[in-house]
């Protein structure tokens, strides 16, 4: 079966008589001002007759004078959703255990079965605010013995984000057998982001990025895995040749130098998640507190919401697949899309 993620569905908007410009999509969690000029610029003279480099070495070098680790602790892949299955398929086999923290997003759980693993879980409360009980997870981890570990943080769907303290709790309790796999796709969006990139003096730690957040890129696709060289030679020797494409490399450099692009976005994901806020209270609906660009709002039957929503132009993330069929997710976008947002929801829910 095929994992749900949130976006634009071509055939449910033929359905319904729909085009893709008259609906405003709250359902993928991209940087709320869309592509940079620069980035569509440098994209737009990519060269598209010659093959990529294979070993992304401009992006690698780029990226390791940002981060301040060496570019043989790079891996640049077409999405973090490749770099998630190549991790899996490195790492897992008959035999071993993934142990998922959720409710999280599908593609870890895909990656997981693809790769023939035993699978646990870890699942937040709703009682609990959707926080995950550290204490007991430590106890199960130690118990379970995982060979791979994902942790979203912040969090897709919930949106909840652990401090350095408590990441760290959760790799001291893998001990040294195991991988712990930090997605840290929505990190540039989130309230008060903390350096991920010193957990990598572990050689256990994996920590992702998705540039397709960052600067709105889903169109074409671009993440990178940093972790210690050995692990990045075992990974990517499952990936495909010239898997991350001319453009995408190319946008990418451009991006890394437009670091003013992703500030003037945090600055909207404030102001439009403190109007977000602000409404679903005034409607009384329940909702996360949400450390990220995205937030879940408890609807009652998100199906028949998202549906609702569908049909006056606003597209939202049904949470049903995360295993909560009561909320939406919803990202925040400009405030003005926020506006019409709410407007669709109040009728819909007429409240
Ligand atoms: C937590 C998380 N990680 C990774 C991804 C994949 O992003 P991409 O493959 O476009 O980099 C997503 C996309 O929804 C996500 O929510």
Redesign the pocket.
Known sequence: MKTV??GLDAAELRELGLRPEQVIDFS??INPLGTSERVRQAAAHADLSAYPDRDCLALREALSERLGVGIDHLLV????????HLLARALLREGTTVLILGP??G?YEAAGRLASADLQRITARESDGFSWRLESAERVIKQVRPNLVFL?NP??PTGLYLNGEQVEQIHAAIGPEGVLVL?D??VSFSDEPWDSIRLLQADNVAI?R????DHA??GI???YLAANPTLIVDVSRFQPAWSVNSIALAAGLAALEDQAHIDAARVVVQTSKAYLYEQLSDMGLGFTRSAANFLIVKVGDAREVRAGLLRRGVVVRDCSSFGMPEHIRVAVRRREECEQLIGALRQVLER
């Not at 892949?77 to 998630?84: H, V, Y």
């Open positions: 993620h949130g993928s969690n892949g077409n999405g973090s959703t490749e770099l998630i999280t997003f593609e979203c969090n897709n997605d796709a929505y992702l998705s540039m397709t957040k890129l889903a696709r671009l993440g």
